[in-house]
């Protein structure tokens, strides 16, 4: 196993991930629209992808596809390793560099937080 799913996994203990092969290489954003398609069969939010040349790794969790589905405008959540409770400000999560993201909004400011980071309150 790599050590990017050995990070993740420290913080989602139920993450799971699933190779892909494909016969020619795509754009990221091809690649972004992959995993959005394929997420739904793994029964998962994908929290994190890699792409490869012609390889798609897609790190997802079952338990945070419950935690994010819907409509997360408002949700209280934490900062990991932190004591700053703030607001999602964003309608649903999405990519920014093969990372799940969320904007949020802690005190004065309003940012793209990474989920993994992120403890709901």
Do not use: H
Request: aromatic share 10%.
């Amino acid at each position: 196993m790599n050590n990017t799913f050995n990070e993740i996994k420290k913080s989602i203990p139920d993450l799971e991930y699933a190779k892909l092969n494909y016969s020619y290489i795509m754009s990221r954003g091809e690649a972004q629209e992959k995993v959005e398609a394929t997420e739904k069969l793994l029964g998962g939010l994908a929290v994190y992808y890699e792409l490869t040349g012609k390889r798609l790794r897609i790190y997802y969790s079952p338990a945070l596809g419950k935690e994010w589905g819907g409509n997360i405008v408002g949700k209280k959540v934490r900062l990991a390793g932190t004591n700053m409770v703030g607001e999602v400000t964003s309608e649903k999560p999405y990519f920014i560099s093969g990372s799940r993201c969320v904007r949020c909004q802690f005190g004065e400011d309003n940012d793209a937080y990474d989920i993994t980071n992120l403890e709901s309150v």
